[in-house]
């Protein structure tokens, strides 16, 4: 990991807004490219970085899409996540199989069709139909074959992002503090800061709380709360893979706990937990499972989402200094270390950023 150069140590900073997904992914970007970075955040408890499963699927939907750009973000995304283990010490991306089971007769005829395309069946393992082998029947209900993916996974999000905090708060980069971001003042690509001080380039990485940013009110958002459960099945322990129909269970510790979800609610969107959601998990675990579970934990968040569920970064079209990066959604452990790379070499190096996700071209 780089050290700031003497040159930039006396520059001043860039400030980070949010140490979320996006914001803690480009302070690392930034720091290994030598440069100060500030982030400051409100450390409030349930986020939706903290809230979400943070699974990585190769594959998904109702109508079995492959993700945009898989073959060049999982390795960045899978480097990244590596590289941090190795300089914090902790273990944060699990790779594991994901199990699609079938829900009902056309996904299956779709999912013939979506093979015959090499790029979608280089994602693919093993496939069984109309019997039982892609899981155990004793634990799982109504299986009428499906297929694996063996190269996803998912990231510890709340381990990942204390961890990553402590580095931060190592080298004197966090600040837990609510800045005003009304209180700016963008003057000279520079902004700067309601004490007075200097920043090279404020950054805004709020998640969905951008919504009010007043800098960027031109960004079309379609956010969507998402809650999901922590249950104990202790007869489900021997499964290591993420199952999902209609739903999903993802094993935590290898002991038989498990989280489940989620749900995608448009309207009322805040951090708490509701029963009506609950309810729909709990029949989605029914419809699953033939082992007994118990609810533990329930959590909810709001993911960040703009319009078409592309990121999007950049400079603000007129004041160069004002930042913004935001719009990971519910795939942004996957996306988040690519493009996070790509905006820390537009912010450091000049290089140009791609068309779809620059901020100043895309509400």
Known sequence: MNEPSMDAARQPPILIVGQGLA????????????????????????????????????????????????????????????????????????????????????????????????????????????DRAMVDGGLFKDVLGGFEMPGGGWLDTRRWLADAAAWLEGLGMLRRMNLDVSSLRPED????????????????????EARGNPWFPWLEWKCAKGEVLTISAPDLSGEKRIVNRGGWVMPVDGRGTFRAGATYEWGRLDSVPTAEARQVLEGRLNALLKVGWEVIAHVAGVRPIIHQSLARMGRHPVHSGLVFFNGLGSKGVLYGPGYAAMLAEHLVEGKPLPGEVDVARNG
């Not at 700067?192 to 404020?202: G, I, Q, T």
Request: net charge neutral; with cysteine; hydrophobic share 40%.
């Open 23 to 130: 914001g803690t992914l480009l302070a690392w970007e930034l720091v290994r490219r030598g440069r100060k970075v500030l982030v400051v955040d409100r450390d409030e408890p349930d986020t939706s970085t903290k809230v979400a499963a943070g699974i990585v699927t190769p594959i998904s939907g109702q109508r079995l899409t492959l993700g945009y750009g898989m073959d060049r973000f999982l390795p960045v995304a899978r480097s990244c996540y590596s590289a941090m283990e190795l300089e914090w010490g902790g273990s944060y991306f699990q790779s594991t199989g994901l199990v699609r089971l079938w829900a009902k007769e056309e996904e299956e005829a779709r999912f013939k069709a979506r093979m015959t395309h090499a790029d979608f069946a280089a994602h693919v393992g093993a496939a069984r139909e109309n």
């Open 189 to 208: 690509g520079k902004v700067r800061l309601p004490d007075d001080s200097w920043a090279e380039a404020v950054v805004f990485c709020e998640g969905a």
